[in-house]
């Protein structure tokens, strides 16, 4: 009965998204034996400038080409 | 002071919303003697490519006809 | 495919959660037409002084006797 | 580490996400001494439609001119 | 910047919560290049009296023998 | 009518969680005018071996004397 909430910055494809769930039901299946049919997984795209780090948001620091927020 | 949180695939009208948020609170009410000022209700719409169920997504099973979320 | 996640003050009883959680499968399968074997109902048990409301603690409002939070 | 997950019915612009995000963090840091690195704050934009208080969707208390919804 | 929440139901060990964890951080990793030091993963436990499926706990459920349920 | 969840890692103590939810609830108020009536604000305390980050728990990062986490 896993249930999994994904919360990403916008951006990945839908191919992506269906690698991310099927890995993500894998490992529970794997890991912890559990019934894929009662396992889910919903991901949810957040705007960049819903998303704060560093009380900034991640859309203030890629503008200023933040390294760390760059790539995720 | 209740606080529950619906995620739901894309779909719902307007007017199943308001039966759900009503349903609940009547039922937190009911039950529990909750104070409805403080009980929300706050319903997410999830796109059917975002929410897995067995390894795949909402929107490939549907598409491959899959009888146990074709209803929902 | 709903998952509706309840947050309540803790108190609740086991026969209560039954409740709950039945009355809110019923309600989503009535209204939506959902599917039961793949809605999820996880309630989550919150301790009075980690519930804020109007910027105390419910377990500071309680002990104040405080009428909007004294029964729920 | 702290996850901070903000959920607001849409409105706010991004100026005031962005003070949002900084007074929490700022919080943060100055309670608890948590590190503002691994300090995140995310925002949803929930339709009125979508959150439901007293039983009834914030959309409607709204277009009944309930002072208590009004505002927030 | 990802952010998972992983809800079980309670019985994983420390070290399959440390295998999960590593797991879903390669994956998002990999497939989204995402930094590690910006992913987090938070499990929780979930008593199985305060999950329901089919309208029914788990703890029921598994009282009852349901093969769906017994090994998730 | 805001909802905050803040997950953190254990240990925050009562009066911590109070001027958490104090400082939050005010920023709500002024920053958005909302009604601190309906703003709620539940933490959630998290074990350090159920948070992972950089796809190590909380746990043994510390245990490792990491200096990132060690902290916060």
């Known amino acids: 009965m896993p249930f999994v909430n994904v919360k990403l910055t ?9 690698e991310l769930i099927a890995g993500i039901t894998d490992l529970l299946v794997r890991v912890l034996n559990k019934n894929p049919a009662s396992t889910h997984v919903v991901i949810e795209d957040i705007a960049p400038e819903n998303w704060g780090i560093r009380g900034q948001t991640v859309a203030a620091l890629r503008a200023a080409g933040d390294p760390g927020v760059s790539k995720g």
């Open 10 to 18: 916008a951006g990945a494809t839908a191919a992506q998204k269906e």
